[in-house]
């Protein structure tokens, strides 16, 4: 059955450093993956998406993400957090019908 | 656009009492979904819809029915609630092209005691 790993359950980081969230998939045929991000409260929110094409994934509020087929991840990146970006990640790839296999998800927390 | 709305916010139940979650969506969408969010679990799928009147059982069906009566509506109903049932509840809906992005409600909290 495919899967979604997501191996740090906290993470804490300093306001200005720099990110990496972790997430790796089960082997399939061409994945989508995405990344959502869920504060306190909220609904989740799309963060980027990976179908094809360029490895490096753009996405909003100064999100990047990378698949790397060798290693069967897509982790998640950001130059500089802000304090804003405190929240819970989840890593996801899609199964048929658009439906989507989260991980477990990752909780930010952001020291000023 | 108001996108996936969910009814009720919270909920507080007693043990064998039954409800109905609504989740209205205003995207012209085929699919849509329910999930449950665990601590720990992230979200699991409950059930979901491929259009108006089909629904499919997902990862975790038991105890759980949904009807999808009206396209922009998917409704998901406990017929006797149970403390394993305390989770929040997301509704989410796609476009039929595949792949496409779920968009996703708010949440609804809803405790069993």
């Known amino acids: 059955a495919q899967s979604v790993t997501q191996p740090d359950i906290h993470i804490t980081v300093s306001e200005g450093a720099s990110l990496e969230l972790r997430c790796n998939y089960s082997?399939?045929?061409?994945?989508?993956l995405f990344w959502y991000v869920q504060s306190p409260g909220q609904g989740l929110q799309l963060l980027l998406k990976?179908?094809?094409?360029?490895?490096l994934v753009q996405g909003i509020k100064g999100f990047e993400a990378e698949f790397k087929r060798s290693q069967s991840s897509f982790n998640l990146r950001k130059p500089s957090v802000h304090w804003s970006d405190a929240a819970e990640y989840f890593c996801?790839?899609?199964?048929?019908?658009?439906?989507?296999?989260f991980g477990a998800g990752t909780r930010l927390a952001v020291h000023p | 656009n108001a996108g996936v709305t969910q009814t009720p916010k919270f909920r507080v139940l007693k043990t064998g009492q039954s409800m109905t979650l609504l989740c209205a969506q205003d995207m012209n969408h085929e699919y849509m979904y329910w999930y449950r969010q665990d601590p720990g679990m992230g979200l699991r799928l409950i059930h979901y819809?491929?259009?108006?009147?089909?629904?499919a059982k997902g990862e975790v069906p038991d105890g759980y029915n949904v009807s999808r009566l009206k396209k922009q509506n998917f409704l998901l109903g406990l017929e006797s609630a149970a403390p394993s049932q305390t989770s929040v509840y997301f509704c989410a809906s796609s476009a039929d092209r595949e792949p496409s992005p779920l968009h996703f409600g708010n949440g609804t909290r809803l405790t069993v005691t």
């Open positions: 990976y179908f094809s094409g360029d490895t």
């Open positions: 996801a790839r899609r199964d048929g019908y658009n439906k989507l296999i």
């Open positions: 082997y399939g045929a061409t994945p989508y």
């Open positions: 819809s491929v259009g108006e009147g089909t629904t």
